[in-house]
């Protein structure tokens, strides 16, 4: 097995060369031409002996990822990206430019097991969780394109990011190293459809990073209806935990809720919601659900979407209405990943 050496962190390199008889600062330099030049090819390492790059040639790898499509937004300048990775499977991911700096929207997964009725990503089935290396891949290929830095990162593209839960949180480490691109966690969200014991575990962590919930209905009957993921873990199980995770590492957390016309979006939907929610240190993000095809949910009007907002502000619940941005490129995720794996398929003529 050739190694990942994107995903190794300075440890694990340094034990590497030493087993291979080099000394100990050939780990820093390989970390730094990876993490800090970014360079996509060993034979770049030009102050690497010839014999060092020649033997991570051979019993290593980068898992480096190709730019197959890039959509830029004529509103907004959102730019969505579609990467192939080396074993022909899609991901995505979005850059989007706030006024305090330019977030990245990754994904973790090839696909997703969540199953949640609303969403793209999960319709083209899950294939495989993605490793450390191609998650950095797809910060680093966005500098690389775009020559800009990315000062905020969301883990909420495609996948579930508790469910691959060692490489996301190897790949936090490394993005967050001083003699890496020295990210701040404060600078990082990490959202979840609600994986219970893995919010305690990451608790446990006590990472400064923003933890983003997916609630997306104020009781049980609609949130089964839409997130199955509720079924194994309810509404209370998962406030409860979230609890637990703001006692522990005294952060916020953001609750997410896309607004579903005639589904979760009324009057007393708000209200129970606000009831959930109080007391808690705590934020929601209201968002109109994105049309997906196969959903076939509507998003809720403005006027029901302020509404909604108005209950849970008289509430004392802090709440504000997510702006949309790349609403012409469909920036929302998921939906090129099935499009590229559609059209691969009928071009292979297997039926898809
Ligand atoms: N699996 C994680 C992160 C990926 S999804 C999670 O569930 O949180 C990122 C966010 O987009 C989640 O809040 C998810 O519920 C939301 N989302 C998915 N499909 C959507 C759609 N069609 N419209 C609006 N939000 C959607």
Redesign the pocket.
Same mark, same amino acid.
């Given at each position: 097995m050739r190694k990942d050496i994107r995903s190794m962190d300075l440890e694990e390199l340094t034990t590497l060369v030493k087993e291979w008889g080099e000394p100990s600062f050939r780990a820093k330099q390989i970390f730094s031409w990876l993490h800090q030049k970014r360079v996509l090819d060993f034979d770049e390492m030009s102050d690497l002996p010839i014999t060092l790059r020649e033997k991570l040639r051979e019993k290593g790898k980068l898992q480096n990822l190709t730019i197959e499509k890039k959509l830029v937004s004529a509103l907004d300048g959102t730019i969505k990206y579609l990467f192939s990775l080396p074993d022909g499977e899609y991901v995505e991911t979005v850059r989007m430019r706030y006024e305090h700096g330019n977030s990245l929207c990754l994904s973790c997964q090839v696909g =997703?097991k +969540?199953g =949640?009725r609303?969403? %793209?990503?999960t319709k083209a089935g899950y294939q495989r969780d993605l490793l450390p290396s191609e998650m950095l891949g797809q910060v680093y290929e966005v500098m690389r394109n775009t020559k800009e830095p990315i000062h905020n990162l969301v883990? +909420? *593209?495609? *996948? !579930?990011?508790l469910d691959n839960y060692q490489n996301v949180l190897r790949f936090l480490k490394l993005v967050t190293s001083k003699d890496g691109l020295n990210i701040g966690y404060r600078h990082i969200s990490l959202?979840?459809?609600g994986l219970v014991p893995m919010i305690d575990a990451l608790a446990k962590e006590n990472l400064q990073l923003t933890l983003? #919930?997916?609630l997306?209905a104020s009781d049980n009957e609609t949130r089964d209806e839409i997130m199955p993921v509720n079924h194994r873990y309810p509404l209370e199980s998962l406030l409860q935990a979230c609890d637990r995770y703001t006692e522990k590492t005294h952060r916020r957390i953001s609750y !997410?809720y /896309?607004l579903i016309r005639g589904v979760n979006d009324s009057e007393k939907n708000a209200l129970a919601l606000a009831k959930l929610l109080r007391g808690k240190l705590c934020h929601v993000n209201l968002?109109p659900?994105?049309? #997906?095809r196969e /959903?076939g949910?509507q998003k809720s009007g403005k006027q029901r979407l302020y509404a909604f907002q108005k209950v849970l502000t008289d509430h004392h619940i802090n709440a504000t209405v997510r702006r949309t941005l790349g609403a012409d490129i469909n920036a %929302?995720?998921?939906q090129l990943r099935r499009e590229a794996d559609t059209q691969t398929n009928e071009h292979r003529g297997d039926g898809f």
């Amino acid at each position: 097995m050739r190694k990942d050496i994107r995903s190794m962190d300075l440890e694990e390199l340094t034990t590497l060369v030493k087993e291979w008889g080099e000394p100990s600062f050939r780990a820093k330099q390989i970390f730094s031409w990876l993490h800090q030049k970014r360079v996509l090819d060993f034979d770049e390492m030009s102050d690497l002996p010839i014999t060092l790059r020649e033997k991570l040639r051979e019993k290593g790898k980068l898992q480096n990822l190709t730019i197959e499509k890039k959509l830029v937004s004529a509103l907004d300048g959102t730019i969505k990206y579609l990467f192939s990775l080396p074993d022909g499977e899609y991901v995505e991911t979005v850059r989007m430019r706030y006024e305090h700096g330019n977030s990245l929207c990754l994904s973790c997964q090839v696909g =997703c097991k +969540m199953g =949640c009725r609303f969403c %793209a990503s999960t319709k083209a089935g899950y294939q495989r969780d993605l490793l450390p290396s191609e998650m950095l891949g797809q910060v680093y290929e966005v500098m690389r394109n775009t020559k800009e830095p990315i000062h905020n990162l969301v883990l +909420m *593209g495609i *996948g !579930e990011p508790l469910d691959n839960y060692q490489n996301v949180l190897r790949f936090l480490k490394l993005v967050t190293s001083k003699d890496g691109l020295n990210i701040g966690y404060r600078h990082i969200s990490l959202s979840t459809c609600g994986l219970v014991p893995m919010i305690d575990a990451l608790a446990k962590e006590n990472l400064q990073l923003t933890l983003s #919930v997916s609630l997306h209905a104020s009781d049980n009957e609609t949130r089964d209806e839409i997130m199955p993921v509720n079924h194994r873990y309810p509404l209370e199980s998962l406030l409860q935990a979230c609890d637990r995770y703001t006692e522990k590492t005294h952060r916020r957390i953001s609750y !997410e809720y /896309a607004l579903i016309r005639g589904v979760n979006d009324s009057e007393k939907n708000a209200l129970a919601l606000a009831k959930l929610l109080r007391g808690k240190l705590c934020h929601v993000n209201l968002i109109p659900v994105n049309y #997906v095809r196969e /959903a076939g949910y509507q998003k809720s009007g403005k006027q029901r979407l302020y509404a909604f907002q108005k209950v849970l502000t008289d509430h004392h619940i802090n709440a504000t209405v997510r702006r949309t941005l790349g609403a012409d490129i469909n920036a %929302a995720c998921g939906q090129l990943r099935r499009e590229a794996d559609t059209q691969t398929n009928e071009h292979r003529g297997d039926g898809f």
